[in-house]
């Protein structure tokens, strides 16, 4: 193991926190990609430290809780999404102490946290499977695992042909340990990220011990990387087909969304139940509809779950006004909050998929028209945090960071890049590591440069140029948190009032709050609906009429 699991004494209770019931119903949660973030002692790595150093400027942001990306020990064949030891810190990020000083720190502010948590593979140095190949063939640990003898008549093709997400199949074979080729055991993403079995109840019974672990010490919350993952279908039949990454989002798979996942949550929701404070599970769950997100949603299972169908709607009102009804109605029936997103560590920046073309996916290697982009991606955030539920925001939107989008081929470190036919392989570029100042080794992010380069003229998207500046996209956000808390009609809710409006416009009422989109690429008229609260463009009001830009959302209240 990386190192010794230290005693650390309880979390305090925090009184401020635990007043607010149901805060997860509405809450705006800020994902923080670690080594991204902030840097504490110059190795061009971010670390626990270097977050736990700007919490302050999160509280003042105006959000409720951070999600921490993994910063568990692990070799980072997959950016810590391959974790050696669930209940150790990598030293690349500090130590459980850091972690725990953290935690109380972030409680003290107000803040919450929520961890990543991932069940659906172990790395490859994880114990449990370095001794799984150790022992061979037989070995009870390699029932922990997905380990199957191969077909042909040497046993020298993959058991099934499911392929990987990263690309190539979803099979490796291992050499055992008197040197001849053995069994093959099932990775769904990096050959070292094997996948576990769970329908082994060693399995289940550890990651149980695991979410007590990180509860004991404090966190408020888990999300459940590919949470729709878990559970393979018995035998784990052939697909029968190739390229079957093109079938993702659109077909229950043989290895995803299977409905064995669901007993898993119930038994975890069991865990979570015993302990105060209101702690949450959120799902990244990817299926094939909302209607199937919402069953991970369900009372007694997990709390939220990703809208991944709203993040890869393009920018136009008809779409979104689509999406948006069908999640609420899909959320409404089990009694959970509808979640909105537009960006996290794994898809390209709203900023630069709006500054292209619609429909070219999530992954996007074209710059775009920044000017464009960065106006719609103003716009749609406005939508977002208007609409009823819980807003996720991903570091550096709110500075309306692009992506990166002509890094270097020697620089890149995502292990989709280097596997060929799957993922686009260009996530690197949304984890480029962020601006704090204007000037200085990597802008502010750390004293030693960053493990990813930042591009020219990234220190005027800083905090530093950006704060007091108006008009800013920064101080829109925090304008638009500071309303969203403010505004009794904002915030939770499981529908809106839709308003008559020109074509490529939507609006809705909650309330008395009244939200107007502009998607259309030219200006529109449209009745002003009281006293502007907030625009992400420049609005003229005049006579009880309202010009909209193009691409610009609006927000009023009746209550004068």
């Not at 109380?104 to 799984?132: C, M, T, Y």
């Not at 992010?445 to 998207?461: A, I, K, R």
């Not at 500046?469 to 009609?489: C, F, I, K, M, V």
């Not at 074509?503 to 529109?524: K, P, Q």
């Amino acid at each position: 193991m990386t190192q010794q699991h230290s005693a650390i004494a309880p979390a305090p209770k925090n009184p401020a926190q635990a007043k607010r019931r149901d805060w997860w119903r509405d809450a705006v949660i800020y994902q923080v990609y670690p080594r991204s973030f902030a840097d504490s002692n110059g190795d061009g790595m971010g670390d626990l430290e270097g977050v736990r150093a700007r919490l302050p400027y999160l509280r003042d942001l105006g959000i409720d809780a951070v999600w921490l990306s993994p910063f568990y020990a692990s070799p980072q064949a997959d950016a810590g999404y391959d974790v050696a030891d669930y209940r150790a810190v990598d030293p690349m990020f500090g130590n459980l102490l850091d972690a725990d000083a953290l935690i109380r720190d972030a409680h003290g502010l107000g803040l919450r946290i929520i961890v990543d948590l991932v069940p659906n593979h172990s790395s490859d140095q994880h114990e449990w499977f370095k001794r799984a190949l150790r022992e061979g063939p037989g070995s009870p640990l390699r029932e922990r695992y997905h380990f199957r003898p191969g077909k042909g008549e040497h046993g020298e093709l993959p058991p099934n042909d499911w392929e990987s997400i990263f690309g190539g199949p979803a099979w490796t074979r291992v050499t055992e340990p008197d040197g001849s080729a053995g069994e093959w055991y099932l990775h769904l993403f990096a050959p070292e990220q094997p996948d576990f079995n769970w329908e082994h109840p060693a399995v289940g019974d550890e990651f149980r011990s695991i979410l007590r672990f990180w509860l004991d010490i404090g966190v408020d919350g888990f999300r459940i990387d590919v949470a729709h993952g878990l559970v393979k279908a018995e035998g784990l039949p052939d697909l029968g087909s190739h390229e079957q990454l093109k079938l993702l989002g659109n077909d229950v798979m043989p290895f995803f969304d299977q409905d064995g996942v669901h007993d898993v949550y119930r038994q975890w929701r069991t865990v979570l139940d015993e302990y105060a404070d209101e702690r949450i599970f959120v799902a990244e769950a990817w299926t094939p509809t909302v209607e199937r997100t919402a069953n991970y949603v369900r009372p007694d299972e997990l709390h939220q779950a990703f809208n991944f169908q709203y993040l890869s709607t393009d920018w136009d009102a008809g779409e979104l006004r689509t999406v948006i009804d069908r999640t609420l109605e899909a959320m409404r029936p089990v009694g959970a909050p509808a979640t909105w997103v537009l960006s996290n560590h794994d898809v390209t920046r709203h900023a630069t998929r709006f500054a292209n073309p619609p429909g070219l996916g999530t992954q996007i290697r074209l710059a775009g028209d920044r000017e464009l982009g960065l106006r719609r991606a103003r716009a749609a955030t406005l939508l977002m945090l208007a609409l009823p539920g819980s807003a996720y925001i991903y570091q550096g939107e709110e500075l309306g960071l692009p992506d990166v989008v002509d890094l270097s081929d020697e620089v890149r470190q995502d292990p989709a890049y280097f596997r060929g036919a799957g993922q686009d392989g260009f996530r690197d570029g949304c984890r480029v590591p962020i601006p704090w100042t204007r000037d200085g080794s990597s802008y502010g992010f750390g004293s030693g440069g960053s493990w990813l380069p930042q591009p020219d003229g990234w220190g005027e998207l800083s905090i530093e140029a950006q704060t007091g500046t108006p008009g800013s996209t920064l101080e829109l956000y925090r304008a638009a948190l500071a309303a969203r808390r403010t505004q009794p009609d904002l915030g939770a809710g499981d529908s809106v009032e839709w308003l008559r409006a020109p074509e490529g416009v939507l609006a809705f009422r909650r309330g008395e709050f009244v939200c107007v989109a502009n998607t259309s690429g030219e200006s529109v008229t449209t009745k002003a609906y009281g006293r502007l609260l907030l625009a992400s463009g420049e609005v003229t009001e005049t006579a009880g009429e309202a010009k909209l830009p193009a691409d610009t959302t609006a927000w009023w209240t009746t209550n004068s």
